[in-house]
Each structure stands twice: as C-alpha cells, then as structure tokens.
C-alpha cells in the first residue's frame, strides 16, 4: 500500500533552517508528482511547493526564495529545505502525492520560536 512517512520536524528559532523528509512506499515514485502542504492551528491547508516527475518545481509565491523542494528518486525520498525560518512558518508539513488517489502522510510538526 502507499505509504508517505514525514521527517525532520521540530523547535527551530527564527532565522533557523530545517530539512523535511518525506520517505515514500508502494508506488511508483519516480513516476509521481509530489507535494508539502502545510496547516497551522485554525487555518486552512496550503500548498507549499510541488515537484513534478520530471523534476520541474513550484512554490507558493510567499515562500520564494526560502523553501526549496527536491527530491531523490533512487530513496524514493522528497525533501523541503526549509531556511529563514519566520513564526509565521510554524504548522504541520504535509506530504502528499496523487496515484489514482489522494494519498497523505501523517505531517510533522515544525515550530518556529525563540
């Protein structure tokens, strides 16, 4: 079954770098679009940045220049670099990908305070 299992979250200060994970099974992956969303308390879900198949990117325009999604098809891995890190970053990142269905990860929480 597919699985997507998320990674690398935590309490980071602002002006902090983290880098997320998302370590993916039971499809084919290197054949797959995949996304981070992300969702703070008492937001709606937002997509953060996409990576197409072919490796073709896209990010939210307000995280430009900050975040960067790449991603290692031999781990059958996604990633998101995330630097300069604001509170208003704080949520849970969400992996999530579309092979016939939706499928989610369980996120992982990303805090930014001092």
């Known amino acids: 079954q597919v699985q997507l299992v998320e990674s690398g979250g935590g309490l980071v200060q602002p002006g902090g770098s983290l880098r997320l994970a998302c370590a993916t099974s039971?499809?084919?992956?290197?054949?797959?679009?995949m996304k981070w969303y992300r969702q703070a308390p008492g937001k709606e879900r937002e997509l953060v940045a996409a990576?197409?198949?072919?490796?073709?990117?896209d990010y939210a325009d307000s995280l430009k220049g900050r975040f960067t999604i790449s991603r290692d098809n031999v781990k059958n891995t996604v990633y998101l670099q995330m630097n300069n890190l604001k509170p208003e970053d704080t949520a849970v990142y969400l992996c999530?990908?579309?092979?016939?269905?939706?499928?989610w990860g369980q996120g992982t929480q990303v805090t930014v305070s001092s």
């Open positions: 039971g499809f084919a992956f290197s054949r797959a679009d």
């Open positions: 990576i197409t198949s072919a490796g073709s990117t």
């Open positions: 999530n990908t579309v092979v016939f269905s939706t499928y």
